[in-house]
Nanobody, 116 residues
């Protein structure tokens, strides 16, 4: 498993932007997929975006056109650029990493709050 360091959360007004980052601090095997999930109070944890080792990206429908996921392969870091944030984006965001052989690691979660 990998230790993950998440940064970039905070509070913004609707229409604002935030950039989340997640660095894999300990990796003994190649990292295949990286991504972000989120969980709002009373809701199930849901996939936000993922990016594969080949750079193929996937987004939940509600964030398409507003969020962009990217990777720095040298630093083993995944980013989530969140633009035009809306109140419904308020949630705890969790970094997700899958290594070869299917080993999965989760970040502790960072709060994103969007309110006027």
């Amino acid at each position: 498993q990998v230790e993950l360091e998440e940064t970039g959360g905070g509070s913004v007004q609707p229409g604002g932007s935030l950039r989340l980052s997640c660095a894999a601090l300990r990796s003994f095997f190649a990292i295949h997929d990286m991504g972000w999930y989120r969980q709002a109070p009373g809701n199930q944890r849901e996939l936000v975006a993922t990016i594969t080792r080949r750079g193929v990206t996937t987004y939940i429908d509600s964030v398409k056109g507003r969020f962009t996921i990217s990777r720095d392969y040298t630093e083993d870091t995944v980013y989530l650029q969140m633009d035009n944030l809306q109140p419904e984006d308020t949630a705890v965001y969790y970094c997700h990493v899958e290594e070869m052989f299917g080993t999965v690691s989760w970040g502790r979660g960072i709060q994103v709050t969007v309110s006027s």
